[in-house]
């Protein structure tokens, strides 16, 4: 493979796909930076894959759950607090939090430090929820709790009662 390559073909065929630093789409939300690696065209739509920027005191989104996919988190830097249910994880670099269908779960930056974390959809389906909450967010709207969740409703995400 060469460096102005971005995939290689091998003797079956399959495509490989390499993302440098600085390179796949981008998506703002608010002050959080999201940088697609895998959007799921490339996995045959098995696998997500992003990393998030989350700058000081980020919240997150409303708490929710899953029906259809699993997500995992893999802190890269700084500390980021999951709350599942009622119970608060701080993670921090080198931690993986794992999150199946239907657990109740959220998370927020509550440091003065920036964190950095990456991002699995297990199969892609939650890539293009992100992507539209930056639409929304083009078009004027304010990111309200309501608005994402009325968003997540189209990813078989729903809040957790009492949250939204």
Not at 38 to 55: C, I, K, Q
């Amino acid at each position: 493979m060469t460096d102005e390559s971005n995939s290689d073909e091998k003797d079956s065929g399959a495509t490989v796909s390499v993302v440098r630093s600085g390179e796949g789409e981008t998506i703002m939300l608010g002050a959080t930076r999201m940088r697609v690696l895998e959007d799921g065209s490339n996995t045959g739509h098995r696998l997500g894959l992003a990393e998030s920027v989350l700058p000081p005191y980020t919240p997150g989104p409303p708490q929710h759950r899953h029906a259809q996919h699993d997500e995992g988190f893999y802190i890269i830097s700084g500390t980021v607090r999951f709350t599942v249910g009622d119970t608060d994880y701080d993670a921090t670099a080198g931690t993986l939090v794992m999150v199946p269908p239907g657990a109740p779960h959220t998370f927020a930056n509550i440091t003065g430090q920036p964190a950095v974390m990456l991002s699995t959809f297990t199969p892609d389906l939650y890539v293009q929820y992100f992507r539209d909450l930056r639409d929304l967010i083009a078009d004027g709207r304010e990111l309200t709790p309501q608005v994402n969740m009325e968003v997540m409703s189209h990813y078989a995400t729903e809040p957790v009662t009492g949250s939204a």
